[in-house]
């Protein structure tokens, strides 16, 4: 998995991606085209903005949203723009509510290896 890094690339995630929604997170997954000169492997964002109470809150997010999609996309492959936005209610979670929340919404976009990918 790599870091989705540049701005315009985050911004084409935003305005292209598909949406899912959760209490804790919120995913914009966008699948790359065929053409595009990258590696096929997932790009990862995570946003945590200034509802959270405070910067250390906010970094917590981000860590703890990395880790739970290293754990789901173990191994993957194909080539998607994957944003999640941070909400405060995710500090609030268990690890293992964490993990499913980030796992149900990858599921939703299709984005988990081993299943179909969902073209709309």
Known sequence: MLRLR???????GFHEGRR????AVVLHARRREPGE??????????????RFPNAVARNRAR????????????????????????????????????RQAVADLLGQAGALPGEAVAIV
């Not at 000169?37 to 200034?50: E, N, Q, S, Y």
Request: glycine content about 4%; charged content about 20%.
């Open 6 to 12: 540049l701005k315009n690339d985050i911004q084409r």
């Open 20 to 23: 899912h929604y959760s209490p």
């Open 37 to 50: 000169p990258l590696p096929p492997l997932p790009r990862l964002a995570v946003i945590a903005g200034r």
């Open 63 to 98: 860590r703890v949203l990395r880790e739970a999609c290293r754990l789901a996309l173990a191994g993957a492959s194909a080539p998607w723009d994957l944003i999640l936005v941070a909400r405060p209610q995710l500090l609030t979670l268990s690890p293992q509510a964490r």
